[in-house]
């Protein structure tokens, strides 16, 4: 089989369908195709200007209709651009449509306030002078900001009030944020006031930030396995990220997966992965924040592996190619999580090895990606939340694996300098 993938700053959607034996053909915005043709890789590269440039989409339509049997992709930012594709195609997958309500932030939480899914209200405005008319609307300051389309917490800011929102006007609505090469030109990090609409949403004091991932078929879902974040990850970005996963059967897991189904239903969802963010607010209101169309990121994937023998890449490899996909998770005794340590801006110059990290007790598998003479920041490594490498945990209890998540990441012993 021949698949059309549409990709960003990591190959794990063509690793992934070629392990499986299938043949790709990768497509990326022009300034990371360059990059990635830097890299050598063993299959075509086409371009496109941008994900949202539909008359070059429609022409790469034209150039690889009858020559591919797919279209996949697991960057956020590209699933308007293959639904549009599978439309013009007439390919199966998701469609434009359920692309939408997945990816814009106020389409989605408009179609799940509208279902009866508990959501933070929100408003669309256009420029940040909007936002105090807005506010008012919301109940009154504090508020939150974040770009229509954007993923990881990026551009997300709190403003407290308005001579909060007047500093960040100068200092943060104007300003393209930093990114690594394979980020620049994603239109999540330019100014919001570039952006043309951005969304203004009601604060939410969040006692705890949780976690569901899911798998679909038929418009069932084969299992809703849910977790809890060490911190939730729009305050914890810049330190030591990370999550345990819940057993599903009891209350605060069952809590989870149930509002996340109910989100992904009220979606559309038929067939594929499906990745919610709930919070449990200090009022003990459940509510759900974003769910993604998209297997969980950061070490979600391998803790799922370990804790109930869920392997989502090779999964992976027979969805994107629209083969059907058997999995049957089976738990293995204990609490499995996982969790990084941010890298700090600037050049690293010392970083511990992978057996190093391994050796923290309750660690059962780690990572290293960040290496000497690379840099830091919150794209720096490539990794969620510009995270150095994962180390995976097991313990008795969520409790202990929480407990667990600083004393491991302080093993990666990170040094920078400006």
């Not at 009858?66 to 308007?80: N, P, Q, S």
């Not at 199966?92 to 933070?120: C, I, N, W, Y």
């Not at 200090?282 to 994937?301: F, K, M, S, V």
């Not at 992976?316 to 738990?331: S, Y």
Request: net charge negative; glycine share 12%.
């Amino acid at each position: 089989m021949r698949v059309l993938v549409l990709s960003n700053h990591t190959a794990v959607m063509e690793q992934a369908l070629m392990a499986a034996g299938h043949e790709v053909v990768v497509c990326l915005s022009k300034p990371n195709a360059a990059l990635r043709a830097a890299q050598n890789p063993p299959y075509p590269i086409r371009s496109v200007t941008h994900w949202t440039d539909f008359t070059e989409l429609a022409a790469l339509a034209q150039e690889v209709r009858g020559r591919i049997d797919a279209v996949a992709t697991l960057w956020e930012g590209a699933m308007v651009a293959a639904g549009f594709l599978r439309d013009l195609l007439n390919l199966p997958g998701q469609a434009t449509a359920e692309a939408v309500r997945f990816t814009d932030k106020a389409v989605m939480k408009s179609v799940l306030h509208a279902a009866g899914v508990p959501v933070a209200a929100h408003r669309v405005v256009h420029e940040a002078a909007e936002i105090p008319a807005a506010a008012a609307e919301l109940g009154g300051f504090p508020v939150v900001v974040k770009p229509l389309t954007g993923f990881g917490s990026t551009n997300t800011h709190v403003i407290r009030d308005r001579l909060d929102l007047e500093r960040m006007r100068a200092e943060i609505f104007t300003r393209r944020l930093d990114a690594s090469a394979f980020f620049r030109a994603e239109p999540a990090f330019q100014p919001l006031d570039d952006q043309g609409g951005f969304v203004v949403e009601q604060f939410v004091r969040i006692r705890n930030e949780y976690h569901c991932d899911a798998f679909w078929s038929g418009g069932d879902s084969i299992y809703q396995i849910p977790g809890r974040y060490n911190v939730p990850p729009l305050r914890g970005m810049g330190g030591t990220l990370g999550s345990v996963l819940l057993d599903p059967a009891a209350p605060e897991g069952m809590a989870v997966a149930d509002l996340a189904e109910q989100a992904a239903r009220a979606l559309g969802i038929h067939e594929g992965f499906t990745h919610a963010e709930i919070y449990l607010d200090t009022e003990g209101r459940w509510l759900l924040g974003e769910i993604a169309a998209r297997p969980g990121g950061g070490g979600i994937q391998h803790a799922l592996l370990h804790a109930y023998h869920v392997n989502v890449p090779e999964m992976l490899g027979r969805f994107g190619a629209g083969e059907p996909v058997r999995v049957e998770p089976r738990p293995e005794p204990g609490a499995w999580g996982w969790a990084g340590p941010y890298v700090p801006p600037g050049r690293v110059v010392h970083i511990a090895s992978r057996d190093e990290v391994l050796a923290q007790p309750g660690v059962v598998d780690a990572s290293v990606v960040t290496q000497v003479g690379g840099e830091g920041g919150l794209t720096g490594s490539g990794q969620w939340g510009g995270l150095a490498g994962y180390a995976w945990l097991h313990g008795d209890t969520p409790q202990e694996v929480l407990a667990l998540m600083d004393l491991v990441t302080e093993r990666y012993e990170i040094e920078v300098e400006a």
